[in-house]
């Protein structure tokens, strides 16, 4: 199969793309600027130049493959609306021309948040109004009833691995400046986690096996008490873990406050059935310790 791969240089789509090449697919990875292009070649797919705001760009690489994994995701929390129009943009584009096909169209999205207060699982359909990218994964769902093979894959809020520069690396970020690392009241709020290379083989089960309308769960822990994520930061940095009142979360924090503070534990045990995955990489924690987050780039 040739699979059409947007976010193809990314944190995820660089661990998907090989993933996917082993698997014995070939890949059209979607890159907009030189640098772009040259990392998406270094990993053995074929450059596909354009933008996520460039519909006919998406169109023409969605025409040129068999299926598309719908990685790319612009994370500006300054303007989310116009991200989350974009997102929408793209997904109707590949929609449009893998109807009626039953071609797989793979789409990201996210669990934090999905079900408040208790065990989120792939059976869950958030209300599409509580947020835009909810909405557009709906809508993704939706193209199951237009003979698309569509999929998507929520992955945990810690997509995690040496290199990563998303939540966990802002919080190793925050507490190497303030001298403490910090978790939100008695932290007994939890995070779900997944080694990237895990999450990289679900996308790819996920493109090889999933069933029309499938939603899955890219979660190897169903959920990290952020006092041991805090405390294993405190450990590799050598600064004390504290507590952190609530109502102090966004002056400590910052942006990444009120997300630390969610309790979000969230099931993978549908998808294990369903795709037969079996995460295999080490968990949060023996990640953090191995000491890689806390290397400062020379």
Not at 150 to 159: E, L
Not at 210 to 233: D, F, K, M, N, W
Request: glycine share 12%; net charge negative.
């Amino acid at each position: 199969m040739r699979v059409f791969v947007t976010g193809a240089s990314g944190w995820i789509g660089s661990a998907v793309i090989p993933e996917l090449l082993d698997a014995g697919h070939n890949v059209l990875g979607l890159a907009r600027s030189d640098t772009g292009a040259a990392a998406v070649a270094a990993l053995g797919a074929e450059v596909f130049r354009g933008g996520l705001d460039d519909v006919e760009s998406l169109r023409a690489g969605a025409s040129a493959a068999d299926g598309v994994v719908h990685l790319a995701y612009n994370h500006d929390f300054s303007n989310m609306a116009q991200a989350a129009r974009t997102d929408f943009q793209a997904i109707d584009a590949f929609g449009a021309i893998l109807k009626g096909t039953d071609r797989p169209l793979v789409i990201a999205s996210g669990a934090l948040g999905l079900a408040p207060g208790r065990l989120g699982t792939e059976q869950d359909r958030p209300d599409p109004s509580a947020h835009p990218r909810i909405a557009n994964a709906q809508a993704a769902l939706s193209l199951a009833t237009r003979g698309v093979r569509s999929s998507v894959v929520r992955f945990a809020p810690t997509v995690h691995g040496a290199g990563d520069h998303g939540f966990v690396a802002t919080l190793v970020g925050i507490a190497r400046d303030k001298g403490v690392s910090g978790y939100v009241n008695d932290g007994a709020n939890r995070w779900p986690a997944v080694h990237r290379l895990d999450a990289a083989r679900l996308v790819r089960l996920t493109v090889d096996d999933a069933p029309a309308g499938s939603v899955v769960h890219a979660i190897a822990e169903e959920g990290v008490p952020t006092r041991a994520i805090a405390e294993a930061i405190g450990r590799g940095l050598g600064v004390p873990a504290v507590s952190v009142p609530a109502e102090q979360a966004s002056d400590h924090f910052g942006w990444i406050g009120g997300f630390f503070a969610v309790d979000c534990p969230t099931s993978n045990h549908q998808t294990r059935e369903l795709l037969g995955w079996q995460p295999t990489q080490h968990g949060l924690i023996e990640d953090l310790d191995q000491g890689h987050y806390f290397q400062i780039p020379g």
